[in-house]
T-cell receptor, first 114, second 114 residues
Framework: DSGVTQTPKHLITATGQRVTLRCSPR?????VYWYQQSLDQGLQFLIQ???????AKGNILERFSAQQFPDLHSELNLSSLELGDSALYFC?????????????FGDGTRLSIL | AQSVAQPEDQVNVAEGNPLTVKCTYS??????LFWYVQYPNRGLQFLLK??????LVKGSYGFEAEFNKSQTSFHLKKPSALVSDSALYFC????????????FGIGTKLQVIP
């Protein structure tokens, strides 16, 4: 058990809709990362937060947004959903967000767009 | 731009034999390199990392990796494979800064045959 909790585990919705994915980091970790895993694109880094502030941005679409709250949990918001957004979305956390730190991954949220 | 290559989509090895999963990287500056393992329907689990120092790094579950700067490689190895080692292995590069922040290889599926 990594200590990182993601909810929900599965989400099924329709094109054009909006969803929110939630992540609770491992106790004591200040940094949260979001990733998208799909068969055609592999694992893509989306965004990183550290102690409530955005630290780095990767291949995140403008339709997607995220935030980290004062209690350090994080939410990833996906809007105007398209079929191509169907993927496994992972959250990971690390102690201080340093590049030399290992990340601890949740088990993901599987998003299916119908 | 930084990149990671895992040249083999799949590696098959007999139980008890040594295994190697290959990774090469491209980056300007000094890399931070990681190996993670992913079991079906689970998040990634950290195995080991190279930051600096000894080129041979030991990690979890008997795995080790050898950093070779001249060949820009970071191959994962284990002296004796177990059936339970069958999983998807990712080589990951961080620390090079810039847009990509965290770069994943495409993953190598390891199949250990009883």
């Amino acid at each position: 058990d990594s200590g990182v909790t993601q909810t929900p585990k599965h989400l099924i919705t329709a094109t054009g809709q909006r969803v929110t994915l939630r992540c609770s980091p491992r106790s004591g970790d200040l940094s949260v990362y979001w990733y998208q895993q799909s068969l055609d694109q592999g694992l893509q880094f989306l965004i990183q937060y550290y102690n409530g502030e955005e630290r780095a941005k990767g291949n995140i679409l403008e339709r997607f947004s995220a935030q980290q709250f004062p209690d350090l949990h994080s939410e990833l918001n996906l809007s105007s959903l398209e079929l191509g957004d169907s993927a496994l979305y992972f959250c990971a956390s690390s102690v201080d967000g340093g590049d030399n730190q290992p990340q601890h991954f949740g088990d993901g949220t599987r998003l299916s767009i119908l | 731009a930084q990149s990671v290559a895992q040249p083999e989509d799949q590696v098959n090895v007999a139980e008890g034999n040594p295994l190697t999963v290959k990774c090469t990287y491209s980056v300007s500056g000094n890399p931070y390199l990681f190996w993670y393992v992913q079991y079906p329907n689970r998040g990634l689990q950290f195995l080991l990392k190279y930051i600096t120092g000894d080129n041979l790094v030991k990690g979890s579950y008997g795995f080790e990796a050898e950093f070779n700067k001249s060949q820009t490689s970071f191959h994962l190895k284990k002296p004796s494979a177990l059936v339970s080692d069958s999983a998807l292995y990712f080589c990951v590069l961080t620390g090079a800064g810039g847009y990509q922040k965290v770069t994943f290889g495409i993953g190598t599926k390891l199949q250990v045959i009883p």
